[in-house]
């Protein structure tokens, strides 16, 4: 059995509560990028693609196992792994590893990103929630 790392217990509740902000999220990380001045940089919409996806990881393995990832979360990737087994497509976790793999450089790190890359996160993060949201109405 793969380690996970360390995790919480969380219900349905909970579950219920981080996928209404993942969309708010989703929705936040859009609307930035939508309003951005031309040279504008785009770390605030990358980090907020960033905790959108961490919310929506947290709200699918909330629902499937009753717990998430907590501290580090890089290793939300095995935790949804363990989850979901086969069924968690490989493009979308490599969708979720690249954004994850970009968090502390985004928000601590002093490069400023553009406003393109921020986009193509944004591409990544619509691809893993649109099928996060379908994902979450099949599990039972």
Known sequence: MARIGSTKKKDAT????????????LKSARNGI???DPGDIGNPSMSTVINCAIAYSDALTAKIRGEINQDDHQTVVKLLRAALGNEFPSRQEANLRSLLEQKDEVQYGSRAKTLAEADRSLE??????AWAEERFLLIR
């Open 14 to 25: 909970y579950a219920a509560g981080r996928l209404v902000i993942a969309r708010g999220f």
């Open 124 to 129: 990544r993060l619509e691809e893993f929630a």
């Open 34 to 36: 939508l309003i951005a």
